[in-house]
Structures are given as C-alpha cells and as structure tokens.
Antibody, heavy 113, light 107 residues
C-alpha cells in the first residue's frame, strides 16, 4: 500500500538549515510527484513545493530563495532543505503524493535556540 | 498569487444538519479545486477532487459544487465523525494555495 513517512530533526537553531526526508513505499518516484506542505501549530496549511516524477521542481515563490527539494529514486526518498530558518518556520512538515490523496503523518520542527 | 477566501471560519451545527462551506477564488482556477478534512493530530484527508468528484472511500453525504468562482463543499445529514476542520486547495496555478479553513463543530 502507498505510504509516506517524514523524518528529520525536531529542533533547529535559528538561522540554521532544515533537512527533512520523506521516505515513500508502494509507488515509484519516477511515476508520481511528491509535495511538501507545512502547518504551523494551530494554523492553516501552506504548500511549499513539488518534485515531479521527471525530477523537475516547483516552489512557492514566498520560500523559493530558501528552499530546495531533491530526491534519490533508488532509495525512494525525497529531500527538503530550507535555510535561514526563523521561529516562524516552526511547523509540522508533511509530504503528500501528487494529487494529495496520500499523506505522511508529518514531523514537527521547532525553530528555537 | 491566487487567494482562496473560505467561509465561514467557524460553523456550529447539529447532528443531522445539512451544512455548506464555500471557497471563492480570486482568479479563474477552472475545476482545479480540492477539499480536505483534517482532524486534530491527523494529516489532511482528501474528500473532493476536480471540484465535484468524491474521493475514494468518502461517504456519499459529502458533495462538491461550483458556481462561477465559488466552490462549495456540502455535507448532508451531519454525523459526529464529520466534526473537523475543512480546507480547500487550488492547484491550477503556482503557488498552490489553501483556504484558511472552516472549523465544523457541534452546536
């Protein structure tokens, strides 16, 4: 069955870089794209970007200068890197397969010193 | 960016009620509109895609409709398990944008 699971550090220092991994199973990254979405605690959802099945990417313009999404198809993993983190980047980070029918459980990232 | 204006932000309702949540798009998005349900501590669940199509496994009391730039999610005969926050998402143009959410709660 289709599964996605996010992993990464729970705590990041301000101004540092966030690195997250979305490990997928039940489908191939060369057939389906993966989105990253985030949700600050108690707030709404924000689309961050997508890596498509051909490896191309699209980013939210509000984050584009800080954000990078890549993948390792052999490991069925999608990576998110975002630099210059601030406290307002504290959120649950989720990955979702193209179409948004399948989501990971999310991982909480807290930006704090 | 396309703004999705979602209303109401809060919707008190009783079991058995028929309720409607609306998102208005600031630009044409065609039928590139999805609806999600999110319960506390859970990831969003896809309910409607293509503005009017029921996602797999979603009860038939849920339906989606479109009138011009207004997109609606209707729940007929509300059940306790429907209490959640509902979000719309436009995926016609980058950046994809979500509505601010509607909290459906028991009156």
């Amino acid at each position: 069955q289709v599964q996605l699971k996010e992993s990464g550090p729970g705590l990041v220092q301000p101004s540092e870089t966030l690195s997250l991994t979305c490990t997928v199973s039940g489908f191939s990254l060369t057939s389906y794209g993966v989105n990253w979405v985030r949700q600050p605690p108690g707030k709404g959802l924000e689309w961050m970007g997508t890596i498509w099945n051909d490896g191309s990417t699209d980013y939210n313009s509000a984050l584009k200068s800080r954000l990078s999404i890549s993948r390792d198809t052999s490991k069925s993993q999608v990576f998110l890197k975002m630099n210059s983190l601030q406290t307002e980047d504290t959120a649950i980070y989720l990955c979702a397969r193209r179409g948004f029918a399948y989501w990971g459980q999310g991982t909480l990232v807290t930006v704090s010193s | 960016d396309i703004q999705m204006t979602q209303s109401p932000s809060s919707l008190p309702a009783s079991l058995g009620d028929r309720v409607t949540i609306t998102c208005r798009a600031s630009q044409d998005i065609g039928n590139y509109l999805r609806w999600f349900q999110q319960k506390p501590g859970k990831s969003p669940r896809l309910m409607i895609y293509g503005a009017t199509n029921l996602a797999a496994g979603v009860p038939s009391r849920f339906s989606g409709s479109r009138s011009g730039s207004d997109y609606s999610l209707t729940i007929n005969s509300l059940e306790s398990e429907d209490m959640a926050i509902y979000y719309c998402l436009q995926h016609n143009e980058y950046p994809y944008t979500f509505g601010a959410g509607t909290k459906l709660e028991l009156k």
